[in-house]
Each structure stands twice: as C-alpha cells, then as structure tokens.
C-alpha cells in the first residue's frame, strides 16, 4: 500500500468517525440540551407567575386590611339598635339647643339590611332659618351615619326668617346579634 491510498484511508476513517460521533453523540446531547432549555424556560416563566401572584396576594392583603378598618369605623359610627332612644334623644337636644320648636317626630318604617337596620324618621320643626342651618351643620357633625332624604323648607310669612322645615332622616344602625 502506498503512502496516499493510506492517507485516504484515514481521512475517510477520519470523517466517518466524526460523522458518526456527530450522529450519535453530539446530535443527541444537542437535541437532550434544547429540551432541558425548554423546561428550564417554562419553569422559570411559572416561577415569574408565581411571584406575580405572591405579588398580587401581598396587594389583596393590604386591601383587606384596609377595608377590615374601614368596616370597623362604620361599625363604630353604627350605634346598636338598643341605643336608638340615645340617638333620638341628641337630635332633639340639639333642636332645642339651637332654639327650634319640635313638631312632630314619627318613625315611618325600619328596614334590616345585611349588618345594619335603617330606621326612617319623619320630622317638622320650626323657627329661625339660621337656627335651622346651625341644626343641619352639627346634624353632620354627629358621630353616627345619618342621611337626609327629604327636605322641605316653607318660609313663615308672618315671622320675617322663621321656616319651618318638614324632612325624612334615615339613621343607621348595628343589626345586633
């Protein structure tokens, strides 16, 4: 054998072997490494999931911490429904006080919602429009949720700024347990 046919012989040798460490080696392991990529990518876009959700979980419990205080200042502007005489009591000291003349009070109707019961009252009283104004402005400033629902002012035509006032005011209450 001569000296080029051996040299062929090995380049072929040569080329067959890294072709076939090619095949079945290198085009294996590349294929096994794309795959593992692959999961490696979807187990980190879980991961990134996740920490949005552990995120959004972390958000939703500030929330309802926030909403947890927000419920217990309600409940305490509600007074229980055992102290609706108190109630009463205040806003017709404070008419008295602001030197209004009571009329009438009835209670028109209590409606019981979830938590709490509104009970509608239906008042008149009379005298001195700024008196009136005074009463409405430290209505509001009551630590107790309270909501005017009607209102209807009448002038007194024969006592220069005397009204008389005809309105529905819906006290809140605590349903109690």
Do not use: W
Request: with cysteine.
């Amino acid at each position: 054998m001569n000296t080029r046919l051996r040299k062929v012989i090995f380049f072929i040798l040569l080329v067959g072997i890294t072709y076939i460490g090619y095949e079945y080696m290198i085009k294996p392991a590349n294929v096994g490494l794309t795959e593992q990529k692959k999961r490696v990518a979807q187990k980190h876009a879980r991961l990134s999931e996740f920490q949005r959700a552990c995120a959004a979980a972390e958000d939703l419990n500030k929330q309802l911490e926030e909403l947890k205080k927000g419920i217990e200042t309600l409940q305490s502007k509600l007074p229980l429904t055992s102290e609706i005489h108190n109630v009463l009591e205040q806003v017709t000291i404070i008419a008295q006080k602001q030197g209004l003349e009571t009329k009438d009070i009835k209670t028109i109707n209590r409606e019981e919602n979830n938590g709490y019961i509104d009970q509608t009252l239906k008042m008149k009283l009379e005298g001195n429009f700024n008196s009136f104004y005074s009463y409405m402005l430290e209505l509001e400033q009551l630590s107790r949720i309270m909501k005017i629902r009607q209102l209807h002012i009448q002038k007194d035509l024969k006592n220069e700024g005397n009204v008389t006032a005809d309105f529905v005011i819906s006290i809140f209450f605590q349903r109690q347990v």
